[in-house]
């Protein structure tokens, strides 16, 4: 579904109260509702009309009216029971309709954001959180809307309908049922700022439940391999409990809630009837048998429309509360910005840093720091250097995740916090460590993103990524599906194939993050192989921990502390006995 130009995305949701919030939501669809309202109001008239007839009918019986009366009155009833079919379709086609397109483009713009948060933001929010707001959020706010106009709207109309027909047949008992909707309003007022804080809670437990589960699963292999079962259960099962109090709280105040709105509904509908009959006994105020049936009836209607508003407030308040989570992720200040920035048509490759400090927030010490380095177009230049020396860094530098706290990076002589990141990665590919592979054939994996290239281009692709051998031993070769993260492939096959993704996309700059790390000797002189092709008159940056992935590098760059210590080839390198050679043990022989 193409987002369209005025999108759940352009809107303000913080500070704003969830109602306003919702009303934007369903902007595009307010004449569809509009006739929705009114195709209720046609369909559900009987509820309101009913006791009316019922008065009349008795009060022929009882003042032995003529008996026409009845047959009209009979006829109409039935008139506008015929007309619930259409209308009720009408309405669940306007209402339904507009419900399930809100709920798609809000997850469309949540996804759309989640693409275009930066990778910080994405580091500090687990992935199961994520997945709460997405799936979980939205459904609670498409079912409070849902709920919302279901009964909701039942008793509006209910509520409309009696007290006009009460106006017009019985005035001097409006009051009366005036009473209701204050009472409404107070029992609301008193427990709605309760409810709002349990949702608020509860929703958070279930966020954290997520994450817990997602990371449980993450780690079963893990797990297993240590007999680790009931320490990861019982990681989980903490979390559970405080979802289950969190829960039973919850229920709590509904359950007082709406305990409280029958009570005293139910005691104001035992007086009425009351009043009314004695009324009727006493001959005061003009009432007849048939306006006691009816107004006991409506009574009953009435207190049955405002206890279904009142049980919808628990509906309501947790659907306001998702919506301010969702508001959350929509609103997230975080955000990679390309907007009005110049856009990268072509990239030679040359990348120089200027006296480039990073620090993330809240750290004790910059994890790159003065680091100066020029990148020839088609260099291969390899990081080396113990655990956070400031690498990765470098790396997530070059891709553009994170800026420069101070200095800038040059790319072919342009500051590259000028440009259209999303432009230049076009031309950018990655080999990581863990390959990612989802649920698809070899064939979506290998050309994800891209359109045009035929099975000749793509069978080329993969000899040369030394996968091709493989593939054909696959039962549908190209068309073999690999399982969820690759499940069914092996660890130096899934890299084989995530170096055919990036020689497919021909890109001008490439990156290596520990492309051999966990390979045994075969795989490990395959995809040796196979990036030798890839490298070749590429801009490379390379990062790794093993001698024989960086000793034919055009140049090593040694790193310690975030600073630059080293830099030479491999020769030059180890014929210094310093840093690169200690960290390798070799010597100049």
């Given at each position: 579904?193409?987002?369209?130009?005025?999108?759940?995305?352009?809107?303000?949701?913080?500070?704003?109260?969830?109602?306003?919030?919702?009303?934007?939501?369903?902007?595009?669809?307010?004449?569809?509702?509009?006739l929705?309202?009114?195709?209720y109001?046609?369909?559900?008239?009987?509820?309101?009309?009913?006791?009316?007839?019922?008065?009349?009918?008795?009060?022929?019986?009882?003042?032995?009216?003529?008996i026409?009366?009845?047959?009209v009155?009979?006829?109409?009833?039935?008139?506008?029971?015929?007309?619930?079919?259409p209308?009720?379709?009408?309405?669940?086609?306007?209402?339904?309709?507009?419900?399930?397109?809100?709920?798609?483009?809000?997850?469309?713009?949540?996804?759309?954001?989640?693409?275009?948060?930066?990778?910080?933001y994405?580091?500090?929010?687990?992935?199961?959180?994520?997945?709460?707001?997405?799936?979980?959020?939205?459904?609670?706010?498409e079912?409070?809307?849902q709920?919302?106009?279901d009964?909701?709207?039942?008793?509006?109309?209910?509520?409309?309908?009696?007290t006009?027909?009460?106006?017009?047949?019985?005035?001097?008992?409006?009051?009366?049922?005036?009473?209701?909707?204050?009472?409404?309003?107070?029992?609301?007022?008193?427990?709605?700022?309760?409810?709002?804080?349990?949702?608020?809670?509860?929703?958070?437990?279930?966020?954290?439940?997520s994450?817990?589960?997602?990371?449980?699963?993450?780690?079963?292999?893990?797990?297993?391999?240590?007999?680790?079962?009931?320490?990861?259960?019982?990681?989980?099962?903490?979390?559970?409990?405080?979802?289950?109090?969190?829960?039973?709280?919850?229920?709590?105040?509904?359950?007082?809630?709406?305990?409280?709105?029958?009570?005293?509904?139910?005691?104001?509908?035992?007086?009425?009837?009351?009043?009314?009959?004695?009324?009727?006994?006493?001959?005061?105020?003009?009432?007849s048998?048939?306006?006691?049936?009816?107004?006991?009836?409506?009574f009953?209607?009435?207190?049955?429309?405002?206890g279904?508003?009142?049980?919808?407030?628990?509906?309501?308040?947790?659907?306001?509360a998702?919506?301010?989570?969702?508001?959350?992720?929509?609103?997230?200040?975080?955000?990679?910005?390309?907007?009005?920035?110049?856009?990268v048509?072509?990239?030679?490759?040359?990348?120089?840093?200027?006296?480039?400090?990073?620090?993330?927030?809240?750290?004790?010490?910059?994890?790159?720091?003065?680091?100066?380095?020029?990148?020839?177009?088609?260099?291969?230049?390899?990081?080396?250097?113990?655990s956070?020396?400031?690498?990765?860094?470098?790396?997530?530098?070059?891709?553009?995740?994170?800026?420069?706290?101070?200095?800038?990076i040059?790319?072919?002589?342009?500051?590259?916090?000028?440009?259209?990141?999303?432009?230049?990665?076009?031309?950018l590919?990655?080999?990581?460590?863990?390959?990612?592979?989802?649920?698809?054939t070899?064939?979506?994996?290998?050309l994800?993103g891209?359109?045009?290239?035929?099975?000749?281009?793509?069978?080329?692709?993969?000899?040369?990524?030394?996968?091709?051998?493989?593939?054909?031993r696959?039962?549908?070769?190209?068309d073999?599906?690999?399982?969820?993260?690759?499940?069914?492939?092996?660890?130096?096959?899934?890299?084989?194939?995530?170096?055919?993704?990036?020689?497919?996309?021909?890109?001008?700059?490439?990156?290596?993050?520990?492309?051999?790390?966990a390979?045994?000797?075969?795989?490990?002189?395959?995809?040796?192989?196979?990036?030798?092709?890839?490298?070749?008159?590429?801009?490379?940056?390379?990062?790794?921990?093993?001698?024989?992935?960086?000793?034919?590098?055009?140049r090593?760059?040694v790193?310690?502390?975030?600073?630059?210590?080293?830099?030479?080839?491999?020769?030059?390198?180890?014929a210094?006995?310093?840093?690169?050679?200690?960290?390798?043990?070799?010597?100049?022989?």
């Amino acid at each position: 579904m193409a987002l369209p130009s005025a999108d759940p995305l352009d809107h303000h949701y913080r500070g704003e109260h969830p109602i306003r919030t919702l009303a934007y939501l369903f902007r595009e669809d307010r004449g569809r509702l509009g006739l929705g309202v009114l195709a209720y109001f046609v369909k559900h008239s009987p509820t309101f009309l009913l006791p009316l007839v019922t008065a009349d009918v008795i009060d022929i019986v009882v003042r032995h009216r003529p008996i026409s009366g009845l047959w009209v009155d009979s006829g109409i009833l039935m008139a506008l029971l015929m007309l619930n079919l259409p209308g009720h379709l009408l309405y669940v086609r306007c209402f339904s309709h507009s419900i399930r397109r809100m709920g798609v483009r809000l997850r469309s713009a949540l996804c759309w954001r989640l693409q275009h948060l930066s990778i910080g933001y994405h580091s500090r929010v687990s992935a199961g959180v994520l997945q709460a707001k997405v799936i979980r959020d939205v459904e609670a706010i498409e079912q409070a809307a849902q709920q919302t106009a279901d009964s909701g709207l039942a008793a509006v109309v209910t509520l409309i309908g009696a007290t006009t027909v009460i106006a017009v047949r019985d005035p001097v008992w409006l009051p009366v049922f005036a009473v209701l909707v204050p009472v409404t309003v107070l029992l609301a007022m008193a427990l709605r700022k309760p409810m709002k804080q349990d949702n608020e809670t509860f929703r958070t437990e279930v966020e954290q439940l997520s994450s817990r589960v997602v990371e449980m699963t993450n780690l079963i292999p893990i797990t297993r391999a240590h007999g680790l079962e009931r320490d990861a259960f019982r990681r989980v099962d903490g979390t559970l409990r405080r979802v289950l109090a969190a829960g039973l709280r919850l229920d709590l105040i509904n359950g007082t809630f709406g305990a409280m709105a029958w009570i005293a509904l139910n005691c104001m509908g035992v007086a009425c009837l009351t009043g009314a009959a004695y009324a009727a006994y006493t001959g005061a105020l003009g009432t007849s048998p048939g306006d006691v049936v009816m107004l006991s009836a409506f009574f009953t209607t009435l207190i049955g429309a405002v206890g279904a508003l009142m049980n919808l407030t628990p509906v309501i308040t947790r659907g306001l509360a998702s919506v301010r989570s969702v508001g959350e992720v929509l609103q997230a200040p975080d955000i990679e910005e390309n907007e009005g920035r110049e856009r990268v048509e072509q990239v030679r490759g040359e990348f120089v840093f200027d006296d480039v400090t990073f620090a993330y927030p809240d750290a004790d010490r910059a994890s790159v720091a003065d680091v100066d380095l020029t990148v020839r177009p088609g260099e291969t230049v390899a990081f080396v250097g113990a655990s956070g020396a400031g690498k990765s860094t470098i790396l997530n530098m070059v891709i553009g995740f994170i800026r420069p706290t101070s200095g800038r990076i040059l790319l072919d002589g342009r500051d590259m916090t000028g440009l259209d990141l999303r432009t230049y990665r076009k031309h950018l590919s990655i080999v990581p460590q863990e390959t990612t592979l989802f649920d698809g054939t070899i064939r979506d994996n290998v050309l994800y993103g891209l359109a045009g290239v035929g099975d000749d281009e793509l069978l080329a692709t993969l000899r040369d990524a030394n996968a091709l051998e493989f593939v054909e031993r696959l039962p549908d070769g190209l068309d073999t599906r690999v399982g969820e993260k690759g499940a069914r492939l092996s660890g130096g096959q899934k890299q084989r194939l995530a170096i055919a993704r990036a020689l497919v996309r021909d890109p001008r700059v490439l990156i290596l993050d520990e492309a051999t790390s966990a390979l045994d000797t075969q795989s490990e002189r395959l995809i040796q192989e196979a990036l030798g092709r890839l490298v070749a008159g590429r801009t490379t940056f390379v990062v790794a921990h093993r001698l024989s992935t960086v000793r034919n590098a055009d140049r090593i760059v040694v790193m310690d502390g975030g600073r630059i210590v080293e830099s030479g080839t491999h020769d030059e390198l180890v014929a210094r006995g310093g840093a690169y050679a200690s960290l390798h043990g070799v010597r100049a022989s």
